[in-house]
């Protein structure tokens, strides 16, 4: 299994980005996007089952939006309205099933500036 993140980089307040991640080597259920901020523990951004099912953080609805294409073995975060709190390295992951095993990318920084 591997998983390779792409797309970060350095915005200004109000812009936007798309983070797109490839996972290869499995079929997974869930795929999902966290993130994690100096000196903050990781959180969970945003996920997507293969059934299309989402779920954001409160603090990215409205603004973020997760897609897969299972054609591509590609999970995206498309990212607007882009603030210097939502600086922070992003990591996709992935899972098989709902519960159990779960994979990591090697992380994208993204970094908002005011």
């Known amino acids: 299994v591997q998983l390779q993140a792409s797309g970060g980089g350095l915005v200004q307040a109000g812009g936007s980005l798309r983070l797109s991640c490839v996972a290869s080597g499995s079929i997974f259920i869930l795929l999902a996007w966290y993130r994690q901020a100096p000196g903050k523990q990781r959180e969970l951004v945003a996920s997507?089952?293969?059934?299309?099912?989402?779920k954001y953080a409160d603090s990215v609805k409205g603004r973020f939006t997760i897609s897969r294409d299972d054609a591509k073995n590609t999970v995206y975060l498309q990212m607007t309205s882009l603030q210097p709190e939502d600086t922070a390295v992003y990591y996709c992951?992935?899972?098989?099933?709902?519960?159990?095993?779960?994979?990591w990318g090697q992380g994208t920084q993204v970094t908002v500036s005011s």
């Open positions: 992951n992935a899972r098989p099933y709902m519960v159990g095993t779960q994979y």
């Open positions: 997507i089952t293969s059934n299309r099912s989402t």
